[in-house]
T-cell receptor, first 112, second 114 residues
């Protein structure tokens, strides 16, 4: 089993739709969690950190389920500009980013 | 601020040749990292540095070396390039240990080894 696993997609949804994807992780001791966004041929950029209580940033909601070892990202009212690859990122040791594990990414394509 | 810059943007390199990929950050972050990204494999850590003067090996360090003479610069050297090192290379930094483990990435170097 991969340490961080994501559905590669692609998810192809119409503008305005709600889309959600999950990411599972294998290390139950993992301490911090993120969603990064990566546009084609560009660098990854932090979308949001994921907190135990769940957190929301505008149209984006992230949740963490420690019992089942997954994090999720929900995008409401999707825009064309949301088309990108979304990377799930897990850090088993907060004090060191050298152990951070990146998922392979989920491709999202929003159609007009 | 510029954040993190990388050079060159892209390069075609003959197998057996050496090359240094440059990375500079202006955020005064302690920690810096080098990743390679290959299709279907995600980002894999090559080397990292928790602070100036120290370096460590990541998941895929073979064939690469790094140095960290100061806070701002973290060059990655391929001593004798092989075709399997064809990849996109990203440099990143984070504010550990004082800050969070959020990483900030440079724009990447696209390297082709023939």
């Amino acid at each position: 089993r991969k340490e961080v696993e994501q559905d590669p997609g692609p998810f192809n949804v119409p503008e305005g739709a709600t889309v959600a994807f999950n990411c599972t992780y294998s290390n139950s001791a993992s301490q911090s969690f993120f969603w990064y966004r990566q546009d084609c041929r560009k660098e990854p950029k932090l979308l949001m950190s994921v907190y135990s209580s769940g957190n929301e940033d505008g149209r984006f909601t992230a949740q963490l389920n420690r019992a089942s070892q997954y994090i999720s990202l929900l995008i409401r009212d999707s825009k064309l500009s949301d088309s990108a690859t979304y990377l799930c990122v897990v850090n088993p040791k907060y004090s060191s980013a050298s152990k951070i594990i990146f998922g392979s990414g989920t491709r999202l394509s929003i159609r007009p | 601020t510029a954040g993190i810059t990388q050079a060159p943007t892209s390069q075609i390199l003959a197998a057996g040749r050496s090359m240094t990929l440059r990375c500079t950050q202006d955020m005064r972050h302690n920690a810096m990292y080098w990743y390679r990204q290959d299709l279907g494999l995600g980002l894999r850590l090559i080397h990292y540095s928790n602070t100036a003067g120290t370096t460590g090996k990541g998941e895929v360090p073979d064939g690469y070396s790094v140095s960290r003479a100061n806070t701002d610069d973290f060059p990655l050297t391929l001593a004798s390039a092989v075709p399997s090192q064809t990849s996109v290379y990203f440099c990143a930094s984070s504010d550990l240990p004082e800050g969070t483990d959020t990483q900030y990435f440079g724009p990447g170097t696209r390297l082709t080894v023939l």
